[in-house]
């Protein structure tokens, strides 16, 4: 038997969305009751932030007290009890928020990522159900993860429960922000652009919001791919020279407002077009990404050669290019 107790467990009440579950307000008290097996109801009553809830049958108007015996076995018990923990658990998803950070700078941090980006916590894993990540909604991309982690995680001279924040950041600046002791390279991310802030308030809340928009800012911008194409299995060139926008297998990563630079393999081995990524589709029940051409380079300006001097040393599959190149593409 599932206890209401139990499930409000590290959780708040949503005042704000009880009434358009079915909730009606009297005074101070929110009362909801729910017809289940067309003989009993579940009711909800809360009072000054308590919860308390039954199970009545209706007939004679009395607590059906089997159901909450969890000794009490049968078909018929059994499917009152299901029930009725169907409607606690629809209340608790729909009317509640987890409540798993306590440090005050944490909960200023969630306020400012509410207000600002219309940011909300997604908690993706039951094994780690303290983690929450964040995600700009245009593009689904992570730019933070709140977390209540060990220290000794980050320092192993230091022990018991923190409360950390997890930011994207500068790929080639990372190592001059690190000072292992409020700022640390990125707890279970890459290391190489995430970094880990303590909200311990260690650190000034003005400048965890800074990084918090740097954050943001760095996914939010449209980001730029190299992708090889193999002319002994498809004529790229032909494909692209008679077409404005053009269909392409979909790469996960890869979202609608990116440049994608289309480098073509022996004889050429050079990037020969630029392209925006406008869309997506579908082609004989598989998802394609919608390109649109922008740009096609001379097949002698961008050869495998000069990609190495600028930082792109192989091109074995779609990735990202570097800020050298990028700035040689694009004057």
């Not at 307000?25 to 809830?53: G, M, Q």
């Not at 980001?223 to 193999?230: D, G, L, M, Q």
């Not at 630079?261 to 406008?278: D, H, L, N, R, T």
């Amino acid at each position: 038997m599932k206890k209401i107790d139990n499930l409000l467990k590290n959780r708040v009440i949503n005042y704000d969305k009880l009434i358009s579950f079915g909730f009606i307000k009297k005074d101070n008290c929110y009362y909801y009751e729910k017809i289940i097996l067309e003989d009993f109801k579940v009711i909800i009553n809360i009072i000054n932030d308590k919860v308390t809830t039954s199970i009545i049958e209706i007939d004679i108007n009395e607590e059906y007290l089997p159901a909450y015996n969890e000794n009490a076995i049968g078909e018929f018990v059994t499917n009152v009890r299901n029930k009725y923990e169907e409607v606690l658990e629809n209340f608790i998803n729909d009317c509640t928020t987890k409540n798993v950070y306590k440090a005050d700078q944490t909960k200023e941090v969630i306020e400012y990522i509410k207000e600002k980006y219309n940011g909300t916590l997604e908690f993706l894993w039951e094994k780690f159900d303290s983690f929450a990540v964040i995600r700009n909604k245009n593009n689904n991309k992570w730019y933070a993860l709140i977390a209540v982690i060990d220290k000794s995680k980050l320092s192993k001279k230091e022990s018991g429960n923190i409360e950390i924040i997890n930011l994207r950041y500068q790929k080639d600046e990372v190592i001059n922000i690190i000072n292992d002791k409020n700022i640390f390279k990125g707890y279970h991310m890459n290391k190489d652009s995430w970094i880990t802030i303590c909200l311990d308030n260690s650190l000034d809340t003005k400048e965890i919001f800074d990084l918090i928009d740097n954050s943001y800012n760095l996914i939010s911008k449209p980001n730029e791919w190299v992708i090889p194409t193999n002319t002994s299995y498809f004529d790229v060139i032909g494909y692209l020279d008679s077409n404005e926008i053009v269909s392409w297998k979909y790469i996960k990563s890869i979202v609608p407002g990116d440049s994608v630079y289309i480098y073509v393999g022996v004889p050429y081995s050079a990037i020969m077009y630029k392209c925006e990524v406008i869309g997506s589709g579908y082609k004989q029940n598989k998802e394609q990404m919608l390109l649109k051409k922008i740009k096609k380079y001379n097949r002698f300006s961008f050869t495998l050669d000069k990609m190495k001097q600028l930082g792109v040393k192989a091109v074995r599959g779609p990735r990202t290019i570097t800020k050298s190149l990028s700035e040689e593409l694009n004057k």
